[in-house]
Protein backbone atom coordinates (compact mmCIF):
# COMPACT_ATOMS: atom_id res chain seq x y z
CA UNK A 1 0.00 0.00 0.00
CA UNK A 2 1.27 3.42 -1.08
CA UNK A 3 -0.11 7.02 0.84
CA UNK A 4 -1.03 9.69 -0.53
CA UNK A 5 -2.72 12.80 0.91
CA UNK A 6 -5.49 14.36 -1.06
CA UNK A 7 -3.86 17.46 -1.93
CA UNK A 8 -0.78 15.16 -3.53
CA UNK A 9 -3.74 13.04 -5.42
CA UNK A 10 -5.41 16.04 -6.47
CA UNK A 11 -1.68 17.92 -7.70
CA UNK A 12 -0.67 14.67 -9.34
CA UNK A 13 -4.07 15.05 -11.26
CA UNK A 14 -4.03 18.38 -12.17
CA UNK A 15 -0.82 17.90 -13.50
CA UNK A 16 -1.46 15.29 -15.94
CA UNK A 17 -4.45 17.76 -17.25
CA UNK A 18 -2.84 20.33 -17.76
CA UNK A 19 0.14 18.68 -20.05
CA UNK A 20 -2.36 17.11 -22.03
CA UNK A 21 -2.35 15.21 -24.89
CA UNK A 22 1.09 15.11 -23.93
CA UNK A 23 2.42 13.19 -20.60
CA UNK A 24 2.61 14.42 -17.72
CA UNK A 25 6.02 13.23 -15.61
CA UNK A 26 7.33 13.79 -12.16
CA UNK A 27 8.78 12.35 -8.86
CA UNK A 28 7.20 11.24 -5.42
CA UNK A 29 9.46 11.87 -2.12
CA UNK A 30 8.58 10.73 1.41
CA UNK A 31 9.31 7.77 3.93
CA UNK A 32 8.57 4.32 3.26
CA UNK A 33 5.23 4.08 1.94
CA UNK A 34 4.56 7.40 2.70
CA UNK A 35 4.61 10.42 -0.18
CA UNK A 36 5.31 13.85 1.37
CA UNK A 37 6.19 15.75 -1.21
CA UNK A 38 5.39 15.64 -5.32
CA UNK A 39 7.82 16.97 -7.40
CA UNK A 40 6.49 18.15 -11.03
CA UNK A 41 9.69 17.25 -13.79
CA UNK A 42 8.88 18.73 -17.60
CA UNK A 43 8.47 16.12 -19.97
CA UNK A 44 11.58 16.74 -22.20
CA UNK A 45 10.19 13.82 -24.93
CA UNK A 46 10.78 16.77 -27.43
CA UNK A 47 14.21 16.74 -26.76
CA UNK A 48 14.57 13.31 -26.59
CA UNK A 49 12.84 13.02 -30.06
CA UNK A 50 15.68 15.12 -31.39
CA UNK A 51 18.15 12.47 -30.24
CA UNK A 52 16.31 9.31 -31.07
CA UNK A 53 16.60 10.74 -34.62
CA UNK A 54 19.60 11.14 -34.58
CA UNK A 55 20.49 7.69 -34.03
CA UNK A 56 17.42 6.21 -36.11
CA UNK A 57 15.80 5.11 -33.18
CA UNK A 58 12.11 5.99 -32.87
CA UNK A 59 9.89 3.31 -31.79
CA UNK A 60 6.33 2.52 -33.20
CA UNK A 61 3.49 3.78 -31.25
CA UNK A 62 1.77 1.74 -29.78
CA UNK A 63 -1.96 3.99 -29.55
CA UNK A 64 -1.37 6.40 -32.54
CA UNK A 65 0.04 4.25 -34.82
CA UNK A 66 2.57 6.85 -35.65
CA UNK A 67 6.47 6.65 -36.21
CA UNK A 68 8.51 9.20 -35.79
CA UNK A 69 9.13 12.08 -33.32
CA UNK A 70 5.01 12.55 -32.88
CA UNK A 71 5.27 9.43 -31.16
CA UNK A 72 8.02 10.31 -28.65
CA UNK A 73 6.00 13.40 -27.82
CA UNK A 74 2.39 11.78 -28.05
CA UNK A 75 2.95 8.46 -26.05
CA UNK A 76 6.39 8.30 -24.15
CA UNK A 77 8.07 11.30 -21.41
CA UNK A 78 11.41 11.67 -20.76
CA UNK A 79 12.33 13.30 -17.11
CA UNK A 80 14.17 16.80 -18.07
CA UNK A 81 17.27 15.16 -16.33
CA UNK A 82 18.26 18.82 -14.62
CA UNK A 83 15.08 19.43 -13.07
CA UNK A 84 14.94 15.26 -11.98
CA UNK A 85 18.48 15.75 -10.40
CA UNK A 86 17.37 19.15 -8.79
CA UNK A 87 14.74 17.38 -7.24
CA UNK A 88 16.68 14.45 -5.85
CA UNK A 89 19.19 16.69 -4.47
CA UNK A 90 16.04 18.71 -2.75
CA UNK A 91 14.83 15.39 -1.69
CA UNK A 92 18.04 14.64 0.04
CA UNK A 93 18.02 18.56 1.68
CA UNK A 94 14.81 17.55 3.18
CA UNK A 95 15.94 14.23 4.48
CA UNK A 96 13.07 12.48 2.49
CA UNK A 97 13.66 9.38 0.48
CA UNK A 98 12.65 9.09 -3.47
CA UNK A 99 9.98 6.38 -3.00
CA UNK A 100 8.38 6.67 -6.71
CA UNK A 101 8.02 7.97 -10.08
CA UNK A 102 4.37 8.71 -11.83
CA UNK A 103 3.65 9.56 -15.29
CA UNK A 104 0.14 10.26 -17.08
CA UNK A 105 -1.25 8.12 -19.35
CA UNK A 106 -3.11 10.82 -21.79
CA UNK A 107 -5.45 8.47 -23.84
CA UNK A 108 -4.47 4.41 -22.34
CA UNK A 109 -5.59 2.34 -19.38
CA UNK A 110 -3.66 3.47 -16.09
CA UNK A 111 -1.87 0.29 -16.87
CA UNK A 112 2.83 0.31 -17.65
CA UNK A 113 2.79 -0.11 -21.01
CA UNK A 114 5.79 -2.10 -22.20
CA UNK A 115 7.96 1.02 -22.38
CA UNK A 116 7.04 1.57 -18.96
CA UNK A 117 8.16 -2.06 -17.78
CA UNK A 118 11.58 -1.67 -19.69
CA UNK A 119 12.12 1.55 -17.94
CA UNK A 120 11.47 0.61 -14.64
CA UNK A 121 14.23 -1.68 -14.89
CA UNK A 122 16.47 1.17 -13.56
CA UNK A 123 13.81 2.03 -11.01
CA UNK A 124 12.83 -1.55 -9.15
CA UNK A 125 13.04 0.49 -5.52
CA UNK A 126 10.13 2.71 -6.23
CA UNK A 127 6.39 2.83 -6.55
CA UNK A 128 5.26 3.16 -10.09
CA UNK A 129 2.20 5.62 -10.43
CA UNK A 130 0.17 6.10 -12.96
CA UNK A 131 -2.67 8.67 -13.86
CA UNK A 132 -4.95 7.43 -17.03
CA UNK A 133 -7.38 10.39 -18.56
CA UNK A 134 -8.71 8.11 -20.82
CA UNK A 135 -12.36 9.04 -19.37
CA UNK A 136 -11.48 12.62 -18.60
CA UNK A 137 -14.85 13.14 -16.14
CA UNK A 138 -12.89 9.92 -14.25
CA UNK A 139 -9.06 10.15 -13.55
CA UNK A 140 -7.71 7.15 -12.83
CA UNK A 141 -4.71 6.83 -10.75
CA UNK A 142 -2.76 3.91 -9.75
CA UNK A 143 0.20 2.38 -8.10
CA UNK A 144 2.71 -0.20 -9.08
CA UNK A 145 5.89 -2.27 -8.12
CA UNK A 146 7.56 -3.40 -11.63
CA UNK A 147 10.48 -5.71 -10.38
CA UNK A 148 12.09 -7.72 -12.94
CA UNK A 149 9.88 -6.89 -15.53
CA UNK A 150 6.86 -8.10 -13.28
CA UNK A 151 3.99 -5.79 -12.48
CA UNK A 152 2.20 -5.82 -8.96
CA UNK A 153 -0.58 -3.33 -8.25
CA UNK A 154 -0.52 -1.38 -5.18
CA UNK A 155 -3.54 -0.03 -2.99
CA UNK A 156 -3.59 3.63 -2.85
CA UNK A 157 -4.53 4.73 0.42
CA UNK A 158 -5.55 8.05 0.19
CA UNK A 159 -5.54 10.33 3.33
CA UNK A 160 -7.79 13.13 3.63
CA UNK A 161 -5.94 15.96 6.10
CA UNK A 162 -8.24 15.90 8.96
CA UNK A 163 -6.73 12.12 9.58
CA UNK A 164 -2.91 12.74 8.49
CA UNK A 165 -2.19 12.73 11.93
CA UNK A 166 -3.79 9.53 12.82
CA UNK A 167 -1.97 8.05 10.42
CA UNK A 168 1.54 9.44 10.97
CA UNK A 169 0.94 7.87 14.56
CA UNK A 170 0.89 4.23 13.16
ZN1 LIG B 1 3.32 4.94 -19.46
Redesign the pocket.
Known amino acids: MIELRRADYEAIIAHARREAPR?CCGLLAGHGSRVERVYEVPNRADAAAEFFAERGLYPEGKISGLRGPEVLTA???FMDPEAQFRALRDMEARGLEHIGNY???PA?PAR??R??IELAAYWSHVYHL?CSLADPEHPDLRAYRIVNGQVTEVPIRIIDEAESGSAAER
Do not use: W
Request: aromatic share 8%; charged share 30%.
Open positions: EERFHSHSPSTDI
